[in-house]
């Protein structure tokens, strides 16, 4: 079975809290800085242990900060009719997954401003540990992490507050100008274009504390703002495609009688009975009558040649658990977010407990395509 890029942790009130691989490299960095530079550099004279256990607590509740940062935006936007079911940490940060964008720019701007007003209260809580601690006598590495702990809560809700999308102060923007101009599109793009641009200032802030000598501060600020330009172009094709999509459900795009592989057919019966005969890159797997799961070429590429010929379907596909499974009822847009997060091409649609039918990635493409195309046509026929 091929792995996500991403590792579910816990759920909290419904939200599923999910990792990307990357952050694993971005924690474990701020532990080394931590330990091997920031606390020994401005808090001398403990030993290594210390500051190794004191980094990685500091870490941990700089990750716990984040993902209070994400719930709050959950809260928020669940209560406001905008339902958010996954959140996921990233290198830089993280997202909470809107199953759809916003109705209203009202809506928008209470989504948005609800994570930096969550940091700078938590920055606030922090620094009244800190208080606390020195007041109390408490050991000073403690002080310092509570200390640590409000700096960097007050960096997140400052940084998220810049102008662009993304960013919080981007969709804040976004939410402003969509107020002024009544078109969701242009204001999309207008704070898109301010991220992009935010992403290049921070690029080339980046590479001049290079040639400065501070390579590794730099170098954070370069990748931040390459990451920055890239997801606000993202997000502003991400709109175009969900107002391509209209209000489209799964149901409507779904193959209702797929072509499925035998749970107990070897791979190389599959690849010859299936792969080449039908050509499409994927299917549901069944097993006594049920459908079990899903297979697609990179599970069989994954399937080395030689135990082709002994091994069966139903040991290299993807059970049919709920990250390949999507209601019929949801928007096409929601299957198209599942399908990037779980990194698959193809989800099993459901009727209740029942698998109805198969939408792939291929169909959605082709149906936005012609939406597309249709839009751009209008005009001249008119």
Known sequence: MTPSRTLDLLRVGGVQVAIDWSWVLIFA??????????????????????????????????????????????????????????????????MAHLTREPSEAATELQIAAVGPLTSFALAGAFWGVAAWCAHAGAPRLVEAMARYLAYINTALAVFNLLPGFPLDGGRILRALLWLRWRDLRRATARAADWGAGIGFGLMALGVLEIFAGALVGGLWLVFIGMFLRGAARTGYRSLLVDQALGGATVRDLMITDPVAVPGDATVAEAIEAHFLHHGFG??????????????????????????RPRRRVREIMRPADAPVRIAATAPVAEALRQMVEVDTGRLLVTDGPRVIGLITRTGITRFIQIRVDQEDEAPRAA
């Open 29 to 94: 960095l701020v532990v080394w800085s931590l330990a091997a530079g920031y606390f020994p550099s401005e808090y001398p004279g403990y030993g290594a242990a210390g500051y190794w256990v004191i980094a990685a607590a500091a870490a941990l509740l700089f990750f716990a900060s984040v993902v209070i940062h994400e719930l709050a935006h959950a809260a928020v936007a669940n209560r406001l009719g905008q339902p958010v079911r996954r959140i996921t940490l990233f290198i830089f940060g993280g």
């Open 282 to 307: 994927g299917y549901p797997v069944t097993q006594g009558g049920e459908i079990a799961g899903l297979v697609s070429l990179r599970q069989v590429r994954e399937c080395p040649p030689v135990e």
